[in-house]
């Protein structure tokens, strides 16, 4: 079983402050990298999947990168605004040659953003 | 806006009872997933299905069990309830990305 590693557990952010948080995971057999967005009460939403090393995805004011050669993947917020209070979850996809492709979750970073 | 579904959202059920949890997804997909996850721990997957008549368990060892005799529903099942499968029960369905359902949120007193 994948360790996925989340850093911070949690952030305090003021409103229109920028933050990053972290996500790292084993290198080896790695196939994907995926972030996703979990409100409270609702379904977690994905934001990216991941593959390549050096890859760098942007949506609105996120944008995450990627390093597979050390197992690492930033999570990037622009201007933070209230309704980006959320958990931010990251998840590995271990290749297995066919085998089972279920997620690999770190604990997320819970992320509130302060007026 | 993904179209997967679970229900019941919140359950309270006492020690004993046979619980069905459902899912069911409408964009054809073949894969489905349940993951399980404990206050403050990460989402374990639990179990998960390439298609009809197909399921597996996953990572984490549970008591439950699913079946996958339609496409789009993949319900979970435990036979008998234990305060210690209190816990957020989450399904999901991928092509590529892995779309979640909204989860149940169980309790067993």
């Known amino acids: ?115 | 806006e993904a179209d997967i579904y679970q229900t019941p959202r919140y359950l309270v059920i006492g020690t004993g009872k046979k619980i069905t949890l459902e899912c069911s997804q409408t964009m054809g997909h073949d894969k489905m997933y349940w993951y399980q996850q404990d206050p403050g721990m990460e989402l374990h997957l639990i179990h998960y299905s390439y298609g009809v008549n197909s399921t597996e368990k996953g990572d984490l060892s549970s008591e439950s069990t699913v079946s996958r005799i339609r496409t789009e529903h993949f319900p979970l099942t435990l036979e008998s309830a234990r305060p210690s499968h209190t816990s957020q029960y989450l399904c999901a369905s991928s092509a590529h990305e892995q779309y979640f359902g909204p989860g149940t949120r169980l309790t067993v007193t």
């Open chain 1, 1 to 115: 079983i994948l360790n996925v590693e989340q850093s911070p557990q949690s952030l305090h952010v003021q409103e229109g402050d920028s933050t990053n948080f972290t996500c790292s995971f084993p290198s080896s057999n790695f196939y994907a990298l995926h972030w996703y967005r979990w409100e409270t009460a609702k379904s977690p939403e994905a934001l990216f999947v991941m593959t390549l090393n050096g890859d760098e995805k942007k949506k609105g004011r996120i944008s995450a990168t990627l390093n597979t050669k050390e197992g690492y993947s930033y999570l990037y917020i622009k201007g933070s605004q209230p309704e980006d209070s959320a958990t931010y979850l990251c998840a590995s996809l271990e290749y297995s040659g066919g085998g089972a492709d279920g997620l690999t979750f770190g604990k997320g970073t819970h992320l509130i953003i302060q007026p």
